[in-house]
């Protein structure tokens, strides 16, 4: 069974960054042959998609995230990151990361239900 451990998020004010990893293990095959995401999920509000990656399709980011957040990946170490800058208030939230073996372009990156493996969750507070 795959696994995805997220670590990193903490506290920060306005403005500064924070990166977050997913350590992705028992992978059945190789790393590069998944897409790996992050969601949120701020209090009160539903989980939301903030970025998507894998070789085949394009890289997908939230517009409320577009040229503030990067994901990165690391083949070698089989991880994933978010680098989070310019943060704001409003990017407060518990950050997951998932993946998925089997995809398609055609379908919305977005769909939760694609991802059949989670992480469990790493807490991220901007503060103003």
């Known amino acids: 069974q795959v696994q995805l451990m997220a670590s990193g998020g903490g506290s920060v004010q306005a403005g500064g960054s924070l990166l977050v990893t997913c350590t992705v293990s028992?992978?059945?095959?190789?790393?590069?042959?998944?897409?790996v995401a992050w969601f949120r999920q701020a209090p009160g509000k539903e989980r939301e998609g903030v970025a998507t990656?894998?070789?085949?399709?394009?890289?997908n980011y939230a517009d409320s995230v577009k040229g503030r957040f990067t994901l990165i990946t690391d083949n070698t170490k089989n991880t994933f990151s978010l680098r989070m800058d310019s943060l704001k208030p409003e990017d407060t939230a518990m950050y997951y990361c998932a993946a998925a073996r089997n995809f398609t372009c055609a379908a919305s990156p977005w769909r939760q239900s694609y991802y059949p493996y989670w992480g469990q969750g790493t807490q991220v507070t901007v503060s103003s």
């Open positions: 028992r992978a059945t095959t190789k790393f590069s042959n998944y897409r």
């Open positions: 990656f894998d070789v085949v399709c394009p890289t």
